[in-house]
C-alpha cells in the first residue's frame, strides 16, 4: 500500500507542537520538568513527550484563568466573535497537519482527522456568530409597579475536562461557547491525545485570544490535579466529557462547592431497523453510526435491533460492507479503519465478543485481533446476540456490530430503552406514523431518523438519564456559560 506521507512530514507536525503547560499566555515546564509520553496507537512507539503537570501547576493555571476573567468578561462580544472566526479559519487553513497530527496521536485515518478538525473549527464559526446574540429582556411587572431588567452574564472561570477519542472536537465544543459568552478557562485534555489541543491553544493566541483566558494543563494525574481546582470555589462551571463512572465522581465533587455543570457522558446507542426499512439505506447508515472513529465514540451504536423478517438480509449485507474495509494505519492511503487507543481498549473489545460468542452469538464476520504492533481489531458482526451479553450493557468503543432480533415495536423500544444511558438512538422506518411514535418514546437525548450521524455544530448535543447532563453546541450551546440576572427597577410611573 503506497504511503502518502513521508515519516519527515509526520516529524514536522510532531515537532511544530508545543509540549508545554500552557498557563497565563506562556508556555513552561512542569514543576520538576516531569513528562509523559504520547504513544502512536498505530504502532505502540513514543510520539511525542509533553508536561505532566503537579496539582501546583494546576492551581496556577487556576490563578491565571481567575485573573483573565474581569477583562476578558468586559470585551465586547464581536472582539470576542471575531477571535473565534480567525481561529475557524486558522484551523481551516491547516487542516492537513491537524489532521495529521490526530491521526498520530489517536490513530483514526486520516480522512476522519479531516473531518474532526472541520466539525471542531465549525464550532468556533458558530459560537463567534453566536457571542453577539447574546439577548436579555425588559417586562413590566403583572401590578404595573415595577419593571424588570434581564440580563445575562458570563458564568466565570470553567474547568474542562476532555477524553481522547475526539481530541480537537470535545474541546472545541467548549472552548467555543466559552469565548463566547465571556469565560476564561482550564482545560485538561485526556493524557493519551494531548496534542491536538496544545495546537488549538497555539492557533486561538494567533487568532488573539487574549493570555490567560484559556489555560491548558497536561497531566498524568487527572484526579490529583482536578480535584483541588473543582474544590477551590473560584471556578463556578465544570463542563466534562467523558466516562459516566468518571462524571458520577466530579459531581459529587461539585457539590461542595454547588458548581454549575454540564456533562457528556457514556452511551449505549441502539439502532432499531424496522421491517418496512429502506435496508440499503440503514446498512449505509449502520456503517456510519457504526464505524465512525472505529467505533470509539459516545454515539456509536452499540445494540442492532433488527426485525426477524429482515435480520438475516441486512446482517448479509453489513457484513459485506465490514469485511470489505481497509484496516491498518491511518495515514496510510486507503485505510478505512485505525487502531484503537491502546491495549486496553482493544483486549476489552474482544472480551464482549467472547462473552457473547459464550452465550450463543454466531460470528458473521471478523472477531479477531490483528497481529501488532499497534491495536488493531477486526470489523466484526455478530448475529443471534442474546439481550443480556455484556456487549448490550456495556460501551464497547469498538468496531463491533452485534444484532439482536425483535417481533414488534413494542418489544423493539422496550429493549430500545433498557438502559440506564440515554445519549442517542438510531431508528430507521418508511412509515412516518412509526417513526415519529417510536422517535417520541425513545429515552434519549437525540434521535437519528433514517440517518447515522446526529453530530453537528449548529443542532443541541447531549443525553438524558445516565448519559449527561446540558447541551453542547446549536442555540441552548451558549446558555451552558451564562448566568441570568434579573434587576427589578422600582417604577413610580
Ligand atoms: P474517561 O476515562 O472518563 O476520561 C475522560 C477524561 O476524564 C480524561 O481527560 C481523563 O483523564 C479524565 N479523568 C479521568 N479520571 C478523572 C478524575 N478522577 N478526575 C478528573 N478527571 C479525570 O473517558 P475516556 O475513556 O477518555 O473517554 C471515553 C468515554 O467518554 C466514553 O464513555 C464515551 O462515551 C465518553 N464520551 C462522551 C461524549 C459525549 O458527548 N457524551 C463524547 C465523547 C466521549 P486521563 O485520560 O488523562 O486519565
Keep these: 500500500m503506497a504511503n502518502s506521507l513521508t515519516p519527515q512530514d509526520e516529524n514536522r507536525v510532531v515537532e511544530a507542537t508545543p509540549t508545554g503547560l500552557f498557563i497565563g499566555g ?3 515546564s512542569a514543576t520538576g520538568d516531569r513528562t509523559l509520553t ?52 486558522i484551523m481551516t487553513a491547516r487542516a492537513d497537519d491537524l489532521a495529521l497530527l490526530m491521526t498520530l496521536e489517536m490513530g483514526k485515518p486520516l480522512a476522519e482527522a479531516k473531518g474532526e478538525i472541520a466539525y471542531a473549527a465549525e464550532f468556533f464559526r458558530w459560537f463567534g456568530e453566536e457571542a453577539v446574540r447574546i439577548d436579555g429582556g425588559y417586562a413590566v411587572a403583572p401590578n404595573g409597579a415595577s419593571r424588570f431588567l434581564v440580563h445575562k ?84 462551571k465544570l463542563s466534562f466529557t467523558g466516562s459516566t463512572p468518571v462524571g458520577r465522581l466530579l459531581l459529587e465533587q461539585c457539590a461542595d462547592k454547588v458548581l454549575r455543570t454540564s456533562m457528556e457522558l457514556g452511551g449505549n446507542a441502539p ?39 429482515v435480520a438475516e438480509p441486512f446482517a448479509q449485507k453489513l457484513a459485506e460492507r465490514m469485511g470489505a474495509l481497509t484496516v491498518g494505519r491511518g495515514t496510510e492511503e486507503g485505510v478505512q479503519v485505525g487502531p484503537l487507543v491502546d491495549g486496553k481498549g482493544r483486549d476489552k473489545v474482544d472480551g464482549l465478543v467472547r462473552d457473547a460468542v459464550d452465550r450463543g452469538a454466531s460470528v458473521v464476520v471478523g472477531a479477531e485481533a490483528v497481529d501488532g504492533p499497534g491495536y488493531f481489531y477486526r470489523p466484526t458482526v455478530l448475529q443471534d446476540v442474546p439481550l443480556d451479553a455484556r456487549l448490550g450493557t456495556e460501551e464497547i468503543f469498538g468496531p463491533v456490530a452485534p444484532i439482536s432480533v425483535f417481533d414488534d415495536d413494542d418489544a423493539a423500544l422496550a429493549a430500545a430503552n433498557d438502559t440506564e444511558f440515554g445519549l442517542v438512538s438510531y431508528l430507521y422506518t ?3 406514523d412509526r417513526a415519529l411514535r417510536v422517535a417520541e418514546r425513545l429515552e434519549a437525548g437525540m434521535v437519528g431518523l433514517n440517518t447515522g450521524l446526529v453530530s453537528n455544530p449548529a443542532a443541541p448535543f447531549g443525553g438524558i438519564k445516565q448519559s449527561g447532563l446540558g447541551r ?10 451564562l448566568e ?8 413610580s410611573g
Design 26 to 28: 506562556e508556555w513552561r
Design 38 to 89: 504520547v504513544e502512536d496507537p498505530s504502532t505502540g512507539k513514543p510520539l511525542s513527550n509533553v508536561a505532566d503537570a503537579t496539582p501546583e501547576d494546576g492551581m496556577a493555571a487556576l490563578d491565571a484563568a481567575v485573573a483573565a476573567q474581569a477583562d476578558f468578561a468586559a470585551m465586547p462580544p464581536r472582539e470576542r466573535g471575531e477571535i473565534l472566526r480567525r481561529a475557524y479559519e
Design 153 to 236: 452574564q458570563p458564568v466565570g472561570v470553567c474547568l474542562f475536562v476532555t477524553p481522547w477519542n475526539f481530541p480537537a472536537a470535545m474541546g472545541s465544543r467548549k472552548i467555543g461557547p466559552a469565548v463566547a459568552a465571556g469565560c476564561a478557562m482550564v482545560i485538561k485534555p485526556a493524557d493519551l491525545t494531548p496534542l491536538s489541543m496544545q495546537m488549538i491553544g497555539a492557533i486561538l493566541t494567533e487568532a488573539g485570544l487574549p493570555p490567560g483566558v484559556l489555560n491548558i494543563v497536561t497531566t498524568s494525574d487527572a484526579g490529583g490535579v482536578m480535584e483541588p481546582l473543582i474544590r477551590d470555589g473560584r471556578a463556578r
Design 271 to 309: 439502532f432499531l431497523v424496522f421491517a418496512d426499512a429502506d435496508l440499503d439505506k440503514a446498512v449505509e447508515g449502520a456503517m456510519q453510526a457504526k464505524m465512525r472513529n472505529m467505533g470509539e465514540a459516545c454515539t456509536a451504536a452499540n445494540r442492532f435491533l433488527v426485525h426477524r423478517s
Design 430 to 432: 418508511e412509515n412516518l
Design 472 to 481: 453542547e453546541g446549536g442555540r441552548i450551546g451558549i446558555e451552558e456559560f
Design 484 to 491: 441570568t440576572k434579573y434587576i427589578a427597577i422600582g417604577f
